[in-house]
């Protein structure tokens, strides 16, 4: 299974863009790049995923670098209840959806 | 509410004992995930189902083990409990085998005492 590599921690302002950063350098053609948060006391929860284009939904937008080597999360206005910690995961598209979760990072949200 | 359903939600057993963690996946939902959270060890995959059949495993002991019935709901037991299985179990259903979201329980938090 492909590695990611996120920073530990990060900290953010409430209502200021927060990007997240993912290195995956052993990242192969057909692995798809997930993210997941967990918030204190709950199970992890689907944030977003992508393959090679940038995406976007209703809870954050997924910028995937063109080599395909690393990914940003963006949370486009930081809120309290972003404080968690992120996931970037690689599945591969043959792997039956199999999700290896790594440390993450904890983001802190400032009031 | 993710539609996952995990029963009990809290269970506390002696060394030596054998558990059964129940999930029920959500509506439509093919594949079932199990995994293991403990504090010094993150979130650990430990086996994977898609429509009755496994799919996928993990850091699985052998002294767990797992299925999933023909409506869908799985099950996971845990025998010969060690204190060191003391942890947090979630559940994950999706509705494929292909990359998409997966929806997580909130999980059975065990504790072998």
């Known amino acids: 299974d492909a590695k990611t590599t996120q920073p530990n921690s990060m900290e953010s302002n409430e209502e200021e863009p927060v990007h997240l950063p993912c290195n995956h350098s052993t990242i192969s053609g057909t692995d798809y790049i997930h993210w997941y948060r967990q918030l204190p006391s709950q199970g992890p929860e689907y944030v977003i995923h992508g393959l090679t284009s940038n995406v976007n939904n209703r809870m954050a937008s997924l910028a995937i670098a063109e080599d395909r080597k690393s990914s940003t999360l963006i949370l486009h206005r930081a809120t309290l209840r972003d404080a968690a910690v992120y996931y970037c995961i690689l599945s591969f598209s043959g792997g039956y959806n199999k999700l290896i979760f790594g440390a993450g990072t904890r983001l802190a949200v400032h009031p | 509410d993710s539609g996952v359903t995990q029963t009990p939600k809290h269970l506390i057993t002696a060394t030596g004992q054998r558990v059964t963690l129940r999930c029920s996946p959500r509506s439509g939902d093919l594949s079932v995930y199990w995994y293991q959270q403990s504090l010094d060890q993150g979130l650990q995959f430990l086996i994977q189902y898609y429509n009755g059949e496994e799919r996928a495993k993990g850091n699985i002991l052998e002294r767990f083990s797992a299925q999933q019935f023909p409506d869908l709901h799985s099950e996971l037991n845990l025998s010969s409990l060690e204190l060191g299985d003391s942890a947090l179990y979630f559940c994950?259903?999706?509705?494929?085998?292909?990359?998409?979201?997966?929806?997580f329980g909130q999980g059975t938090r065990l504790t072998v005492v």
């Open positions: 994950a259903s999706s509705v494929g085998i292909g990359p998409t979201e997966a929806f």
